[in-house]
């Protein structure tokens, strides 16, 4: 009765809320309806099949966890007429909210050997150098670049998928004007070659994300109290070059995820002193004290705040020409 079950339940999916009379009827059942009824218990016991109201008014539908799980014929469907064909012609939008949740997608024994594996890489995990958890990161990624791109339909070998990435990724941060940590890619001026020893970008960003804290904070307005939107937030290395940046929000708070090391944090806003928070330690996940900005013209400065230099510098009186 196997077939017969996958019937009904292939019948339930765009028919639910079904009496074993509509059902019998959709599918061309030959057999009697005790059968039927023995057939939809089975269904029902495996948690397939879920059942509504009692005697005449009994009704079945699938359960959340068969709706997913069902699987799908190709070759039947479209062996059928294409006015006969059954298809579901709205997006189920409970899917991620309300049924996913609720569905347990792995068994018992599954759900146990997957934390036994789980046990597995973590003590593994533990054994391994940084180079060589890098490398294993590196291998899982293009092995799921692949994968990915073999359900797309696509045909590109191992290979081809690494140097696929690489180029791709290449390409739009040279566009965009961006350090995505290419140096260590060897790319002509035409972006056609790439060295194979090169560490793919995006991999090498999702290693980093391990590295990195967040820090937060908010800016205000120093003789007002009130919190500044929109002021900018630089993150500068020892030479001064930018690492990363952010602008505060309606509340003017802001949250920015950064690498370990240390900054010096600036802030910035049109008509206000610049501040500065020299060698500040981001190395791990804090809220800064609060930055207070001081208006230009406002009399005297403030601990922390600088007047930024444009430009070239003045030339002291007095000095060599």
């Not at 370990?260 to 791990?284: L, Q």
């Amino acid at each position: 009765f196997f077939m017969e079950a996958l019937d009904i339940l292939r019948f339930l999916q765009y028919h639910p809320l079904s009496s074993r009379k509509n059902i019998a009827e959709g599918i061309g059942f030959a057999g009697s309806d005790a059968t039927l009824k023995r057939l939809l218990s089975a269904q029902v016991s495996a948690g397939k099949i879920m059942v509504s109201g009692q005697g005449k008014a009994t009704r079945y539908s699938l359960t959340s966890s068969c709706r997913i799980a069902l699987p799908i014929d190709i070759d039947a469907y479209f062996q059928q007429d294409q006015d006969k064909r059954q298809i579901q012609t709205g997006y189920n939008f409970e899917l991620i909210p309300e049924i996913l949740p609720s569905v347990p997608l792995f068994s018992v024994e599954e759900m146990q050997m997957l934390e036994s594996l789980h046990e597995k890489f973590q003590k593994n995990m533990e054994e391994l150098s940084p180079t060589a958890y890098r490398k294993e990161m590196e291998r899982l990624g293009v092995d799921l670049s692949w994968k990915s791109s073999q359900i797309e339909g696509n045909t590109y070998s191992l290979l081809e998928t690494a140097l696929a990435d690489r180029l791709r990724l290449g390409k739009a941060a040279m566009v965009a004007g961006l350090s995505l940590g290419l140096a260590a890619t060897a790319m002509d001026a035409n972006c056609q070659t790439l060295s194979l020893s090169a560490e793919p970008p995006v991999i090498k960003e999702i290693v980093q994300q391990a590295d990195s804290v967040i820090i937060k904070g908010h800016v205000v307005n120093a003789e007002t109290g009130e919190r500044m939107k929109f002021a900018s937030i630089l993150f500068m290395d020892s030479k001064d070059s930018l690492m990363a940046m952010t602008t505060t929000d309606q509340e003017g708070n802001f949250a920015i995820q950064v690498s370990k090391g240390k900054y010096d944090i600036v802030v910035r806003f049109a008509g206000f002193y610049e501040y500065r928070m020299k060698k500040w330690n981001c190395n791990k996940e804090c809220v800064l004290p609060t930055i207070r900005l001081k208006n230009r013209h406002t009399s005297g400065q403030m601990k922390g705040c600088v007047e930024p230099v444009f430009g070239r510098k003045k030339q002291r009186s007095g000095g060599k020409k």
